[in-house]
Nanobody, 121 residues
Framework: QVQLVASGGGLVQAGGSLRLSCAAS????????VAWFRQAPGKEREFVAF???????AYADSVQGRFTISRDNAKNTVYLQMNGLKVEDTAVYYC???????????????WGQGTQVTVSS
């Protein structure tokens, strides 16, 4: 039932880069697992990247090698560095505390507003 606030989206040319931020006020993220999801118009929300408390990061095949998830515990913030952006990356991006069950990534609690990423050709 915890909402995280995503920010840092914007308009970028194809091939460019953006860094998204995910912050939670009033609680620490240092012992949590956090994931990024995205939703394009007319499509279901899809998994993008996962940063567990213990373990290795994971990425959707569509962003593998281009996106990097990381965190700064001192700032209580999780980041998504997006390089080599493509038009098909255009979507609203959300972050959430996330549980991994087998191959599924399950966001916990209600969604926040998210942040819009638009990639132009």
């Amino acid at each position: 039932q915890v909402q995280l606030v995503a920010s840092g989206g914007g308009l970028v040319q194809a091939g460019g880069s953006l860094r998204l931020s995910c912050a939670a006020s009033g609680r620490t993220l240092s012992v949590t697992s956090v994931a990024w999801f995205r939703q394009a118009p007319g499509k279901e929300r899809e998994f993008v990247a996962f940063d567990p408390w213990i373990g290795t990061t994971a990425y959707a095949d569509s962003v593998q090698g281009r996106f990097t998830i990381s965190r700064d515990n001192a700032k209580n913030t999780v980041y998504l560095q997006m390089n080599g952006l493509k038009v098909e990356d255009t979507a609203v991006y959300y972050c959430a505390l996330t549980a991994k069950s087998g191959g599924d990534y399950i966001p916990m609690g209600p969604w926040g507003q998210g942040t819009q990423v638009t990639v132009s050709s």
